[in-house]
Nanobody, 124 residues
Framework: QVQLVESGGGLVQAGGSLRLSCAASGSIFSINAMGWYRRAPGKQRELVARLTRRGNTNYADSVKGRFTISGRFTISREKNTVSLQMNTLEPDDTADYYC??????????????WGQGTQVTVSS
């Protein structure tokens, strides 16, 4: 069974930094991409940053220049991981952040998976 386990998040003052990490475990053959989404209160879920296995990245306009996504894709027993370094945080970054893994191929077929979510709160 494939699982995504997130860590990081918490409460920080505006201008501060946080780092989110996510590890995908299970009998994984390949992952097409991993990324982070967020849902702020009263808003729809939005893509924050995404990293493909080939190293291509894309970011939401609102986080460009402040957030950096990095990760490792592997077929070894080491876990596939993705991290999001968030700098110069703003109150509008307050949201629940979710790790996503696209097209995860394992003994269970190929599916998308989501983490349980981690809360980020930025105080002004």
């Amino acid at each position: 069974q494939v699982q995504l386990v997130e860590s990081g998040g918490g409460l920080v003052q505006a201008g501060g930094s946080l780092r989110l990490s996510c590890a995908a475990s299970g009998s994984i053959f390949s992952i097409n991409a991993m990324g982070w989404y967020r849902r702020a209160p009263g808003k729809q879920r939005e893509l924050v940053a995404r990293l493909t296995r080939r190293g291509n990245t894309n970011y939401a306009d609102s986080v460009k220049g402040r957030f950096t996504i990095s990760g490792r894709f592997t077929i070894s027993r080491e876990k596939n991981t993705v991290s999001l370094q968030m700098n110069t945080l703003e109150p509008d970054d307050t949201a629940d952040y979710y790790c996503n893994a696209e097209e995860v191929c394992s003994g269970y077929g190929c599916h998308d998976y989501w983490g349980q979510g981690t809360q980020v709160t930025v105080s002004s």
